[in-house]
Each structure stands twice: as structure tokens, then as C-alpha cells.
């Protein structure tokens, strides 16, 4: 396997893309960037700048990007990366890890991007995480496989990763690719 470069990590809201690209970019020295926050500003309000900024950092050499793309700029996305990574959990795992961030957000208050916070009177709005990932848990699957069988995707690396168990064997292969050290048991 070549070293990776440009790499989208796709999947449901709270599957934990952003914590796996996080950790993806560190092991590879590559810079990580965090859709949600080019695309929210300060209270929810999307930043008019946003698909000018995602041109910018899909030109550059390398990247990881925590997100297969917002409808706008997906395609340019998946024509600019060198890498697909999907994290492709089941729904229940979905379910408790975007339940178990978002109240964690919302009793500490906790800032996420552009100064915005989750609150627990959102909770049942349906563009909050816990509803999107939910209602939108079925279109993801079905346009992340529809994407991975394209025939124009094909000189991509795509990556499936059914569970966690799956994504940090993966994580340790490209690291142990990139230094050029292999570890065996």
C-alpha cells in the first residue's frame, strides 16, 4: 500500500469520523481539517465562504478531512482524495456514541466549532446530531456504497471499516506504511 495523502473519512454524524481523522493526520503528519467547522459559523449560520475554502484545502498536497463531502463540494472531494476511509458501524454503535457526545456537549456546555454548543432543548430539532444521524443513518449507507461501487472511483483507495476493532488495525497499517516499520506479534 502507498502512503496516503489526501483522505476523506466518511460515515454517519457520530461515528466518529473526526476522532479517526484526528488520529489518521497525527500518525501520518498530515494536516487535519474539520468540515463542520468550515462550514458552521458562530450560531449555526454556514459561512459564506465555504466551498472557496474547501477549494483551497483540496488543492493543497495533502490533507485528511473528517466528512465524504457537504452535497456541495462531495464531488470535488472525491476527485481531489487519493483515500475513502468509511466508517461504516452499525446503527446501535452510532446511536450510543452520538447520544453519549451530544449530552456530554450539552451538560458541560462544551464549545465545539465557531464558538457553537449543543443544548439538550435541541435535542428533538432535526438537523440536531442525535435526529440527523438517525434519520439520515440509511441515505448515508446507501450513497457511501453507491459511491464506493462507481466505476469513476475506482483509482481511489476505499476503505470499509465495519467497527472500531477494524479501524485501528487500519490506522496501525498505514502508520507502520509511512514510517516503513513493520510490527509483528
Known sequence: MSVVQRVLVGGITGAGKS????????SLGLPYHE?????HGPNWQPIPTFVQDV?????????VLDSHGYTQVRDLLWQAADTVVWLDY??????RRVLSRSARRAW????????????????????????????????RHD?????F?????????RVRLSNPAAAELWLRVVQQEATGSRQFP
Open 149 to 157: 461501487a462507481d466505476p469513476q472511483f475506482r483509482p481511489l483507495r
Open 108 to 139: 458541560m456546555g462544551e464549545p465545539i466549532f465557531n464558538g457553537n454548543t449543543e443544548r439538550f432543548v435541541n435535542w428533538f430539532d432535526s438537523e440536531h446530531p442525535i435526529a440527523w444521524s438517525m434519520s439520515q443513518y440509511r441515505r
Open 19 to 26: 476522532t479517526f481523522a484526528q488520529q489518521l493526520a497525527m
Open 143 to 147: 450513497d457511501m456504497s453507491a459511491r
Open 35 to 39: 468540515m463542520d467547522a468550515m462550514y
Open 90 to 95: 452499525s446503527r446501535p454503535l452510532v446511536l
Open 55 to 63: 477549494e483551497a484545502v483540496a488543492e493543497q498536497p495533502a490533507w
